[in-house]
């Protein structure tokens, strides 16, 4: 198989985990005779620096001619303690997505048993645990109007949808149910918002089309007791933007840290491949960062993008194996771990690449 692959670091701690993604791609290569090509672009705080753009022409050039893109993370403290700037970094993210056509972000919270004492909560409530959100990306308020007033005192930002949104990632959504547990839960809020009463008409009358899924509706508020209170009872989640943008970072607790959460933006084209986690920049260059959640998005990104399952599946088996043996890094190390074994951003990317070959030639 031949793919060309964009790789966008991005800003903070995005250069350091997508090196090991890119490694990653680049053994699976070597693996199975694919021939992976490579490119790399600028995006964001990173974009801004250099172009005053935080996605420029030319990135937005190679991402569309790009099979699959593998992107770290965008966002700086300057512009979180100034909230006036007008060119951000988010702005390159949202505008990629919108061109792109990314209207489905897929996360999967992947429960590894052996991060059970890594959450905050108890593990009995959250073994077993596997769900799989579908966040819509590209509507909702982060892309509706926005308003300030003229003294500054008043500003408003319009939530809105349209019908065909909710109805193209509905039917990706209990497409997955299908092949899941058969059962999805549509968040939103009806009680209160018009947008959420579309989204819920709409999600009920795709839901007569997939009889053999048992569909229930909750509003966020609850959704979001009910993911800390008993997590198990999901197992595909559909909602929009802004509330599934709320929920996964909130189920990243689930799974022990952000740095284990891997996540998928598509649509009818290219593929977006990303961790949850943002920048962090209060660790960048001190070789802190979890590389897992890229070297997971980079398993998504084999599987759904190039159809290559098996490969996927090694790198999920390698990840596993690596924390089977007691390895960790500092965001999902626990009282029970071994100091030596609790290992920097490097060193924890080299022992996944050598159980990846290992399983190679074992199997």
Not at 276 to 282: K, Q, V
Request: charged share 25%.
């Amino acid at each position: 198989m031949k793919k060309h692959i964009l790789v966008i670091p991005g800003d903070g701690i995005g250069p350091e985990v997508t090196t090991w993604g890119k490694a990653v791609l680049e053994q699976i290569a070597s693996s199975f005779n694919h021939e992976f090509t490579f490119d790399e672009a600028l995006m964001g705080h990173a974009a801004i620096e250099a172009t005053g753009n935080p996605l420029p022409d030319e990135t937005l050039e190679k991402a569309k001619k790009s099979d699959a893109i593998l992107f770290g993370a965008v966002g700086h403290a300057l512009y979180d303690n100034d909230p006036s700037l007008k060119v951000r970094p988010e702005q390159g993210l949202l505008k990629i997505r919108k061109e792109l056509g990314l209207y489905a972000n897929l996360r999967p919270i992947l429960l590894f048993d052996e991060l059970l004492n890594a959450s905050s909560i108890k593990a009995h409530i959250l073994k077993g645990t596997d769900i799989l959100f579908f966040r819509e990306l590209t509507g909702d308020v982060y892309f509706g109007e926005k308003k300030r007033s003229e003294d500054r005192h008043t500003a408003s930002d319009l939530m809105i949808y349209n019908k065909y949104e909710v109805e193209r990632i509905a039917h990706k959504a209990y497409e997955a149910a299908m092949q899941r547990g058969r059962k999805l839960c549509s968040v939103d809020k009806a009680n209160v918002l018009e947008s959420s009463r579309l989204w819920r008409e709409t999600v009920q009358e795709i839901s007569k089309q997939y009889p053999e899924v048992e569909t229930t509706h909750m509003f966020v508020d609850n959704a979001a007791m009910q993911l800390i209170k008993d997590p198990k009872q999901f197992d595909v989640v559909l909602t929009a933007n802004l509330f599934g943008d709320i929920l996964t970072d909130e189920a990243s607790q689930i799974a022990g840290s952000m740095g284990m959460l891997a996540s998928a933006s598509v649509g009818d084209g290219t593929g977006f491949f990303e961790p949850i986690h943002g920048s962090a920049h209060d660790i960048t260059g001190k070789n802190l960062a979890n590389p897992l959640a890229s070297i997971l998005s980079v398993a998504l990104m084999l599987e759904i993008s190039f159809g290559l399952k098996e490969e996927a599946e090694l790198i999920i088996s390698a990840v596993d194996q690596v924390l089977k043996e007691g390895f960790r890094t500092n965001d999902i190390a626990d009282e029970t771990i071994s100091p030596y074994k609790v290992l920097g951003t490097e060193e924890m990317g080299k022992l996944v690449l050598k159980f990846i070959t290992q399983k190679t030639y074992t199997n």
